[in-house]
């Protein structure tokens, strides 16, 4: 055991670097190219160039962002998939992110009188209400998987239509607006970073706080019972987190999904389906490839920006056909 | 799904008395629905004579009747597919836009409308239609493992659509300005239909229904179960095959015109399979009819609720639709 526990170690140190790397590379691309090399001078500069705002203002914060929001999604897929225990639930197609995003879309573009905080706390809102929504939906009478996935997709289609509408009610500058609800890391400042890192990080830490019970909830009721854990507790507790996360996510970037979906699958498969190795990997190697996923859709048709849900969608849908037709006996 | 027993009614011919009846309402409703909108008509200057009144009225003839049938077209077309697909899959949830065909079809299209810029009246249903079809293709294949069952489809159709979804918009994000118009075409709207599209778009729906409802006894067939069907001895997969690209021909000669409008293709077919107990000679009918009303309506309300401003009628139907929908799943032992 001794043995497995050194490798394991070793493989997250090694990923941890590798994220660093990916963070570095996203501070030295992009439209305006600046060398590897002279990024260490940039950062603890004092000057007021160019370079240093790009790099200080703009490409930090958004890396940073990037990394977070990774970790938050992917974290709250695997919590997801532990809450239904389906292997397909992930934020987006269970209506959690449709709702954030409706409540979103109405705050800002009312431009409602609030602050920060309280419209964080408003799409938290959103986002449990889209999600309760899809839940309620699928456990009533027959639970199943296709009635999950099915209720996802209408609860996150009304509130699409929702949303939609009142983008062209409004009328302007559909096109910024397309790009932020296809999910997109532009012009993320480091407001948006202390907005929703306080969140972000004690909902990462309850969870990691609380893989003990998850395991034993991933047994299935009677077992969970048995072992004493408080099964309304534990779903509240799980429901809270996925809102959290994926609300913080969402004020941020919009809509992106399919990390939740691919990545806790990636960590079951490599590593383990105990929730203490796995959610810290699972945070790890999202926050890895929102990273990369965001270096590459800013640097692939530069100088404009694709947004990074498109690429995680190109990347993720394949993913989860595959899963469809592999796992055909197992899951569906 | 229920098995089903079928039988022919000794009063068919009240049935054929009421779809003609309802088939008539449906011009006295669009031209109702036509009377309502921004601008406003003068009623009462169309009085006495109504009806040579009514044809010279230049905002009626011009911009409102011909986008109300082809509404009433594409209204049908979605409903009709519908109930194929969900004949043919034995799944009361299975739609045009639910498995994918919509999101191809969209992709295909906007990919078409960016490369030949100026929009040929034969490449963009041509796209159109390659793009349903290869989204049927690319569906029916995942689903298909030692069968296909209903749940595997419909999660195979859901990342499909996701797929082409994304495909659409990073081709949109990729070109800023023509965003605007496309982004209302996504969402399916009527705006700005003219005469030549309907005469388009009439052809499509005549020979689409016509070829259903000779196919509906077929269709019944399907619907039992496969063992039932080889002995009455019929080729389950040709049908299968003829009856989906049928299916994928209605849709996507409706997403070419209008752009993919949500939902239709669900609800209508569910309604009239309860009204008329799985016999599809019956549903496929009255679902053209079905789905013409809830379009019209739908862009009715579109265009009066918040005038100036125009809603387009598949925001409208979506979200008509989609509480109907979760009814059903609530509903359904699926």
Same mark, same amino acid.
């Given at each position: 055991m001794k043995k497995t526990d050194l490798k394991i170690s070793t493989i997250f140190i090694a990923l941890i670097f590798v994220l660093l790397l990916g963070m570095l590379l996203s501070l030295s691309f992009g439209s305006e190219h600046i060398k590897l090399a002279t990024i260490w001078n940039v950062l603890i500069s004092q000057d007021e160039n160019i370079d240093s705002i790009i790099v200080n203002?703009?490409?930090?914060?958004?890396?940073?962002?990037?990394?977070?929001?990774?970790?938050?999604?992917?974290?709250?897929?695997?919590? +997801?998939?532990?809450?239904?225990?389906?292997?397909?639930?992930?934020?987006? +197609? +269970?209506?959690?992110?449709?709702?954030?995003?409706?409540?979103?879309?109405?705050?800002?573009?009312?431009?409602?009188?609030?602050?920060?905080?309280?419209?964080?706390?408003?799409?938290?809102?959103?986002?449990?209400?889209?999600?309760?929504?899809?839940?309620?939906?699928?456990?009533?009478?027959?639970?199943?998987?296709?009635?999950?996935?099915?209720?996802?997709?209408?609860?996150?289609?009304?509130?699409?239509?929702?949303t939609a509408g009142m983008l062209i009610l409004l009328g302007e500058d559909a096109g910024a607006i397309y790009s932020w609800l296809a999910g997109g890391l532009a012009g993320v400042s480091w407001d948006h970073f202390y907005q929703i890192l306080p969140w972000s990080i004690a909902a990462l830490i309850f969870s990691f706080v609380i893989t003990h019970y998850m395991n034993a909830y991933a047994l299935g009721d009677e077992i969970a019972k048995s072992l004493g854990v408080n099964l309304f507790k534990i779903r509240i507790v799980l429901c809270l987190l996925v809102v959290i996360l994926t609300g913080c996510a969402v004020c941020v970037s919009g809509v992106i999904g399919f990390l939740g979906l691919i990545v806790p699958h990636i960590v079951r498969r490599a590593f383990s389906d105990n929730f203490k190795i796995m959610l810290p990997f699972t945070a790890l190697i999202g926050a890895i490839l929102l990273v990369f996923s965001d270096l590459i859709a800013r640097i692939i048709f530069m100088p404009i920006e694709t947004p990074v849900g498109v690429i995680t969608a190109f990347v993720g849908c394949p993913f989860f056909l595959y899963l469809i037709r592999k796992n055909s006996e197992k899951v569906v | 799904m229920k098995q089903t027993h079928f039988k022919y009614s000794h009063n068919q011919y009240r049935q054929i008395i009421i779809f003609f009846i309802s088939f008539i309402f449906l011009f006295l409703f669009i031209a109702i629905c036509s009377l309502i909108g921004d601008a406003k008509i003068n009623y009462i200057s169309l009085f006495p004579n109504v009806i040579s009144n009514y044809l010279n009225n230049s905002i009626l003839i011009e911009y409102r009747l011909p986008r109300l049938l082809i509404g009433a077209c594409v209204g049908a077309n979605f409903a009709i597919s519908g109930a194929i697909l969900q004949a043919v899959t034995k799944n009361p949830l299975a739609a045009p836009n639910v498995t994918g065909i919509n999101a191809g079809s969209s992709f295909f299209s906007v990919l078409s409308l960016l490369i030949f810029a100026n929009t040929n009246f034969f !490449?963009?249903?041509?796209?159109? $239609?390659?793009?349903?079809?290869?989204?049927?293709?690319?569906?029916?294949?995942?689903?298909?493992? &030692?069968?296909?069952?209903?749940?595997?489809?419909?999660?195979?159709?859901?990342?499909?659509?996701?797929?082409?979804?994304?495909?659409?918009?990073?081709?949109?994000?990729?070109?800023?300005?023509?965003?605007?118009? !496309?982004?209302?075409?996504?969402?399916?709207?009527?705006?700005? &239909?003219?005469?030549?599209? $309907?005469?388009?778009?009439?052809?499509?729906? !005549?020979?689409?229904?016509?070829?259903? !409802?000779?196919?509906?006894?077929?269709?019944?067939?399907?619907?039992?179960?496969?063992?039932?069907?080889?002995?009455?001895?019929?080729?389950?997969? &040709?049908?299968?095959?003829?009856?989906?690209?049928?299916?994928? $021909?209605?849709?996507?000669?409706?997403?070419?015109l209008v752009g993919p409008i949500g939902f239709i293709g669900l609800i209508i077919p569910n309604i009239m399979r309860t009204l008329f107990k799985y016999d599809y000679k019956l549903i496929i009918p009255f679902s053209a009819l079905g789905g013409a009303f809830l379009v019209i309506l739908s862009d009715t309300i579109g265009r009066s609720v918040l005038a100036p401003i125009e809603i387009p009628a598949g925001l409208i139907s979506s979200l008509l639709g989609s509480p109907y929908f979760i009814y059903l799943l609530l509903k359904s032992r699926f």
């Amino acid at each position: 055991m001794k043995k497995t526990d050194l490798k394991i170690s070793t493989i997250f140190i090694a990923l941890i670097f590798v994220l660093l790397l990916g963070m570095l590379l996203s501070l030295s691309f992009g439209s305006e190219h600046i060398k590897l090399a002279t990024i260490w001078n940039v950062l603890i500069s004092q000057d007021e160039n160019i370079d240093s705002i790009i790099v200080n203002a703009l490409r930090v914060p958004r890396a940073l962002l990037a990394a977070l929001i990774g970790a938050n999604l992917s974290v709250a897929g695997a919590l +997801m998939q532990c809450l239904t225990r389906n292997p397909l639930a992930e934020p987006k +197609m +269970m209506g959690v992110s449709g709702g954030a995003s409706f409540i979103f879309v109405i705050a800002t573009f009312f431009q409602l009188p609030i602050s920060q905080n309280i419209l964080t706390f408003l799409v938290f809102i959103g986002a449990a209400l889209g999600g309760t929504l899809v839940y309620i939906i699928s456990l009533y009478k027959n639970p199943s998987i296709g009635k999950l996935v099915l209720a996802g997709v209408s609860v996150s289609g009304f509130f699409y239509a929702l949303t939609a509408g009142m983008l062209i009610l409004l009328g302007e500058d559909a096109g910024a607006i397309y790009s932020w609800l296809a999910g997109g890391l532009a012009g993320v400042s480091w407001d948006h970073f202390y907005q929703i890192l306080p969140w972000s990080i004690a909902a990462l830490i309850f969870s990691f706080v609380i893989t003990h019970y998850m395991n034993a909830y991933a047994l299935g009721d009677e077992i969970a019972k048995s072992l004493g854990v408080n099964l309304f507790k534990i779903r509240i507790v799980l429901c809270l987190l996925v809102v959290i996360l994926t609300g913080c996510a969402v004020c941020v970037s919009g809509v992106i999904g399919f990390l939740g979906l691919i990545v806790p699958h990636i960590v079951r498969r490599a590593f383990s389906d105990n929730f203490k190795i796995m959610l810290p990997f699972t945070a790890l190697i999202g926050a890895i490839l929102l990273v990369f996923s965001d270096l590459i859709a800013r640097i692939i048709f530069m100088p404009i920006e694709t947004p990074v849900g498109v690429i995680t969608a190109f990347v993720g849908c394949p993913f989860f056909l595959y899963l469809i037709r592999k796992n055909s006996e197992k899951v569906v | 799904m229920k098995q089903t027993h079928f039988k022919y009614s000794h009063n068919q011919y009240r049935q054929i008395i009421i779809f003609f009846i309802s088939f008539i309402f449906l011009f006295l409703f669009i031209a109702i629905c036509s009377l309502i909108g921004d601008a406003k008509i003068n009623y009462i200057s169309l009085f006495p004579n109504v009806i040579s009144n009514y044809l010279n009225n230049s905002i009626l003839i011009e911009y409102r009747l011909p986008r109300l049938l082809i509404g009433a077209c594409v209204g049908a077309n979605f409903a009709i597919s519908g109930a194929i697909l969900q004949a043919v899959t034995k799944n009361p949830l299975a739609a045009p836009n639910v498995t994918g065909i919509n999101a191809g079809s969209s992709f295909f299209s906007v990919l078409s409308l960016l490369i030949f810029a100026n929009t040929n009246f034969f !490449i963009l249903p041509l796209a159109s $239609f390659t793009g349903a079809i290869f989204a049927g293709i690319v569906v029916y294949f995942f689903a298909n493992k &030692k069968g296909i069952t209903p749940l595997r489809l419909i999660l195979s159709g859901v990342a499909v659509d996701a797929f082409f979804h994304s495909g659409t918009t990073f081709i949109l994000v990729n070109n800023t300005e023509a965003v605007g118009s !496309i982004y209302v075409w996504l969402s399916g709207s009527l705006w700005g &239909k003219e005469w030549s599209e $309907f005469l388009f778009i009439l052809p499509c729906s !005549i020979i689409g229904i016509f070829v259903s !409802i000779v196919l509906s006894k077929r269709i019944n067939i399907l619907n039992l179960s496969d063992e039932v069907i080889i002995g009455l001895g019929l080729n389950i997969k &040709k049908n299968r095959i003829i009856l989906l690209i049928l299916a994928v $021909f209605l849709s996507s000669t409706g997403v070419c015109l209008v752009g993919p409008i949500g939902f239709i293709g669900l609800i209508i077919p569910n309604i009239m399979r309860t009204l008329f107990k799985y016999d599809y000679k019956l549903i496929i009918p009255f679902s053209a009819l079905g789905g013409a009303f809830l379009v019209i309506l739908s862009d009715t309300i579109g265009r009066s609720v918040l005038a100036p401003i125009e809603i387009p009628a598949g925001l409208i139907s979506s979200l008509l639709g989609s509480p109907y929908f979760i009814y059903l799943l609530l509903k359904s032992r699926f």
